[in-house]
C-alpha cells in the first residue's frame, strides 16, 4: 500500500515494484474513486465528486466541527473510497494474488485492515516531499509528460496539499508506517524494496514464533 499526498510520486513508484517484484496487479485509488463517482450521485455522495484537496468545498459544514477543513474533507474522501479498498485486497486474497495499490486514500490507520491480518502480508508505505520547491518542480515536470495534469491547479492549491501532507505524516508515525521522503531520491523503489523485504521477514519470523497458526508454540 503506497500512500502519499498528490504528486508524491505513488503511480511511478507502484509501477515500479510491480516489474521488479513481478507482481500481477497495480491499483490506483482514483480509479476506485472514479467508478464511485459513476456509481454515487454527486447530491448522495459528494465528497468523492472532487479532488482529495477539494473535498471540504463538498461536505457540509456540521461535518467539519473542530477539525481542520482541508483535513475533514480529505479523511471523508478517504472513507468511502476506503470501501473500495478493502474489496479489493478482499478479492486479491480469495484469488490468492498480490497486489500494489496507490493513492492518496491509503491513509495509516484509518482504513480497518483488521480482518486481513491473518489471511495476507500487507506492508504499508508513505511517501513524503518534505521541502516545498521540490514539490513545484514535481508538478511542473509531471504536466510536461502529462499535458491533462495541468500544475496550476495543484500549485494554487499547494497549501491545502501541504496540509494533507502533514495529516498522512502525523498518522504514519502514529501508526509505526515507514515514510520514505522522495525529495532527493531520483528513484525510490530501491528502498521501497527494503522495506517490503523486512516486512516479509519480519512476518516470516513471526509466523515461524506463532507455528503458523496465530498460535503461539508450547515449550516442551
Do not use: W
Amino acid at each position: 500500500l503506497i500512500g502519499g499526498a498528490s504528486g508524491a510520486g505513488k503511480t511511478t513508484l507502484a509501477i515500479s515494484l510491480a516489474n521488479l517484484l513481478d507482481i500481477p496487479r497495480v491499483v490506483a485509488t482514483d480509479d476506485i474513486r472514479q467508478i464511485l463517482r459513476l456509481t454515487l450521485a454527486e447530491d448522495f455522495m459528494p465528497a468523492i465528486h472532487t479532488s482529495s484537496y477539494r473535498a471540504s468545498e463538498a461536505i457540509p459544514e456540521s461535518s467539519q466541527v473542530g477539525q481542520d477543513p482541508v483535513i475533514a474533507g480529505y479523511r471523508e474522501q478517504a472513507r468511502v473510497v476506503g470501501v473500495g479498498v478493502r474489496a479489493i485486497i478482499s478479492r486479491c486474497i480469495e484469488e490468492n494474488t498480490s497486489v500494489i495499490m496507490d493513492g492518496v486514500h491509503l491513509l495509516p490507520g484509518f482504513i480497518d485492515l483488521s480482518a486481513f491480518e491473518k489471511k495476507a502480508i500487507i506492508a504499508p508505505v508513505s511517501l513524503i516531499v518534505s521541502e516545498r520547491q521540490a514539490y513545484e518542480e514535481r508538478f511542473d515536470k509531471r504536466a510536461a509528460l502529462e499535458p491533462a495534469r495541468e500544475s496550476h491547479k495543484y500549485l494554487e492549491h499547494l497549501d491545502r496539499i501541504l496540509a494533507i501532507q502533514e495529516h498522512i505524516l502525523q498518522c504514519s508515525e502514529r501508526e509505526d508506517v515507514p515514510i520514505i521522503d522522495v525529495t532527493a531520491l531520483e528513484d525510490p523503489s530501491s528502498a521501497a524494496v527494503t522495506l517490503v523485504a523486512e516486512r516479509l521477514q519480519k512476518e516470516k519470523e513471526i509466523r515461524k514464533v506463532m507455528g503458523g497458526n496465530g498460535k503461539a508454540k508450547k515449550k516442551r
